[in-house]
């Protein structure tokens, strides 16, 4: 008989996760067993919506009382080093919504407690299961525009409390401390992870960040990271005061050989004197559909996390995120490795 996982859910503010509790419930070797979390209309909706049979006043409670094998983390930032060093110690891995923290200290935690006891941790970044995002992916490393010198990713909206959001996630996505930043820390880390998974860890970093529009408290509302490499520049955008869709292809790669940019779904590939290529997109296909699918994939086959959603490329996005917000602070440059 097939293993069947026991998954638990470890605080449920960050709003991701209602989408990944769908990914877990239709998986057939998973069994949703239990949740934790301070809020009780948090625990009252994850029990209405997924009769979970064992719902705790905190996820402190959960880990420390349940038999698991995996936790689906949904916390503030500023926690998941704490909820993934607590499940290491029991064996347990460990799948938490991007960005991996709100600090470059506590991501370094996260990746000594999982290598420490042997357990998988899986970041999990939407645009990972992105079909555009996938098929730009396979061309830049198949080198179908040769040698990548310069991506950039503009991440947008109009602000997570006016797109809806739940005030549980908009609250602490507003305080530095539990976010790290503001729109800096929530949008410009798929930039920088990409930008970690196609270039590795840059030479220089220099950021901006301030606040351009809200009139209520934030961090920040507009960011700029940039990012400079031995042979390429990334550049990462963020803004939480976007009214309307975005103007331009987005996210674009330029290499000595072509350029590629998504819109939509379909990828545009633009080659040395041919008409640019409009290519649509093939559907992701198992085990590259949802971080839950992929995940309980490397646990089945030994195989290790790997890309986007890997620990080392989502640590060196976080330290990528540290450099640009020490960079917007202190208005001097930042070279890499950061003393932490």
């Not at 503030?76 to 709100?102: F, L, Q, R, T, Y």
Request: net charge negative.
């Amino acid at each position: 008989m097939a293993k069947k996982y026991r998954v638990g859910v470890a605080a449920m503010v960050h709003d991701h996760v209602w989408g990944e509790l769908r990914h877990w419930s239709a998986l057939e070797n998973v069994e949703l067993v239990a949740a934790g979390d301070v809020n009780e209309d948090l625990r009252e909706k994850i029990r209405a919506q997924y009769n979970i049979p064992h719902v705790y006043n905190s996820w402190q409670e959960m880990v420390e009382k349940e038999s698991l094998d995996i936790v689906q983390a949904a916390s503030e930032n500023s926690v998941a080093a704490d909820i993934v060093e607590a499940c290491a110690a029991k064996g347990v891995h460990v799948v938490s919504e991007k960005p991996m923290s709100a600090t470059l200290a506590q991501a370094n935690r996260m990746v000594a407690a999982a290598k420490k006891a042997g357990t998988k941790l899986m970041i999990n970044w939407p645009t990972a299961w992105s079909p555009a995002v996938q098929e730009m992916e396979r061309r830049i490393l198949n080198g179908d525009i040769g040698k990548l010198f310069y991506f950039k990713q503009r991440s947008a909206h109009n602000g997570p409390k006016e797109i809806g959001c739940d005030p549980h996630f908009w609250q602490w996505l507003y305080d530095e401390e539990k976010n790290g930043a503001g729109a800096l820390m929530d949008y410009c880390c798929y930039s920088a992870d990409m930008c970690a998974r196609f270039l590795g860890l840059p030479q220089q970093v220099t950021g901006f960040r301030g606040i351009f529009v809200k009139d209520y408290p934030v961090p920040d509302d507009n960011a700029i990271i940039l990012m400079k490499y031995p042979h390429a520049f990334g550049v990462a955008e963020a803004c939480w005061t976007q009214t309307v869709h975005y103007a331009t292809h987005n996210p674009v790669a330029y290499g000595t050989e072509g350029s590629l940019a998504i819109s939509g779904n379909t990828v545009i590939l633009q080659k040395p004197g041919r008409e640019p290529e409009t290519i649509e997109a093939p559907a992701t296909v198992y085990p590259y559909r949802s971080g839950p699918e992929y995940l309980l994939y490397c646990l089945e086959n030994d195989k290790p996390i790997e890309g986007f959603c890997s620990m080392e490329v989502s640590r060196d996005a976080q330290e990528i995120l540290e450099a640009g917000k020490r960079a917007a602070d202190t208005g001097q440059t930042q070279s890499l490795p950061l003393t932490v």
